[in-house]
Nanobody, 120 residues
Framework: QVQLVESGGGLVQAGGSLRLSCAAS???????MGWFRQAPGKDREFVAS????????DYADSVKGRFTISRDNAKNTVYLQMNSLKPEDTAVYYC??????????????WGQGTQVTVSS
């Protein structure tokens, strides 16, 4: 059974940091993975992606220089380090495998996500 479990969200003041984790199981982990987020009343949007080796990453312009995606293939886990958080980063964050490099299409059903709330 394929499963994605996101964790690490919470309430933080603007300028603060959080580290999100995504534990994946049920299929080959070593493939492109991405983080996405969905704010209230908005569509889900791409945040960051990483290749299977972790050697190449890509970010949405809105988070470049503030967020860092990484992965530990031995632990089947992908991370999102979020620094200098802004109120506009408030959203539910999700991870998923991607269909290819540069793709924004998920490959499996979404997990429950983890809520990030940034207060001003």
């Amino acid at each position: 059974q394929v499963q994605l479990v996101e964790s690490g969200g919470g309430l933080v003041q603007a300028g603060g940091s959080l580290r999100l984790s995504c534990a994946a199981s049920g299929r080959t982990f070593s493939y492109y993975m991405g983080w996405f987020r969905q704010a209230p009343g908005k569509d889900r949007e791409f945040v960051a992606s990483i290749t299977n080796s972790g050697g190449t990453t890509d970010y949405a312009d809105s988070v470049k220089g503030r967020f860092t995606i990484s992965r530990d293939n031995a632990k089947n886990t992908v991370y999102l380090q979020m620094n200098s958080l802004k109120p506009e980063d408030t959203a539910v964050y999700y991870c998923n495998w991607l269909r290819g490099w540069g793709s924004r299409d998920p490959t499996v059903s979404w997990g429950q996500g983890t809520q990030v709330t940034v207060s001003s």
